[in-house]
């Protein structure tokens, strides 16, 4: 059974800093890998979607790589902002179509 | 952009009152899908549909039902409401894997239902 592990569970940064958050999954027989960021109380939003035949994907401040064969990501986040804060999810789309998430890791980026 | 709106932020509900949820979607998405959000337990899949009038169990549908008689609209309904069904509720859309978009799933706001 696919299981997705985050960590660390919880990160409290200065701004400015450069981070990276990390997620491992324990099949590595996933069709993609998407990270969400989510808002308290809100809904979740798409940030980067890989699929399994590429190794990273970038967006702005944002850059995701995908190491399938050791199923490990990283979610790098360069020059973060206060406005970064955020819960950032995992979740891998396994053999039979379904998304697994992580539990998720908690960052505030201090002013 | 893609846009998934769910019907409302927040609901109270009473034990035993049958509660609809309803999301829509304005990108033509085959897929849609219910989640529940809870502390600790993470998102965990309901019910899911890849087309018109077809519906598969996710892995907690019991006490769920789920209808779609439109493309666009993808509707959860709690029978017989009970307080453990005190959760997040989350609604998401998609392309089919062989999609452009590569099967990225696009989330709703989510609707808060509190079941008192």
Not at chain 2, 56 to 74: A, H, L, Q, T
Request: glycine share 8%.
């Amino acid at each position: 059974k696919q299981e997705v592990t985050q960590i660390p569970a919880a990160l409290s940064v200065p701004e400015g800093e450069n981070l990276v958050l990390n997620c491992s999954f324990t099949d590595s027989a996933i069709y993609n890998l998407q990270w969400f960021r989510q808002d308290p109380g809100k809904g979740l939003t798409s940030l980067l979607l890989i699929q399994s035949s590429q190794r990273e994907q970038t967006s702005g401040r944002l850059n995701a790589s995908l190491d399938k064969s050791s199923g490990r990501s990283t979610l790098y986040i360069a020059a973060s902002q206060p406005g970064d804060s955020a819960t950032y999810l995992c979740a891998v789309m396994d053999s039979s179509y379904k998304l697994i998430f992580g539990s998720g890791t908690r960052l505030l980026v201090r002013p | 952009d893609v846009k998934v709106t769910q019907s409302s932020r927040y609901l109270v509900k009473r034990t035993g009152e049958k509660v609809f949820l309803e999301c829509v979607q304005d990108m033509d998405h085959e897929n849609m899908f219910w989640y529940r959000q809870d502390p600790g337990l993470g998102l965990r899949l309901i019910y899911f549909s890849y087309d018109v009038k077809m519906k598969e169990k996710g892995d907690i549908p019991e006490g769920y039902s789920v209808s779609r008689e439109k493309k666009e609209r993808f509707s959860l309904i709690l029978e017989s409401a009970s307080t453990n069904q005190t959760s997040m509720y989350l609604c998401a859309s998609s392309l089919p894997l062989a999609g452009g978009s590569g099967n990225e799933q696009f989330f709703g706001p989510g609707t808060r239902l509190t079941v008192l």
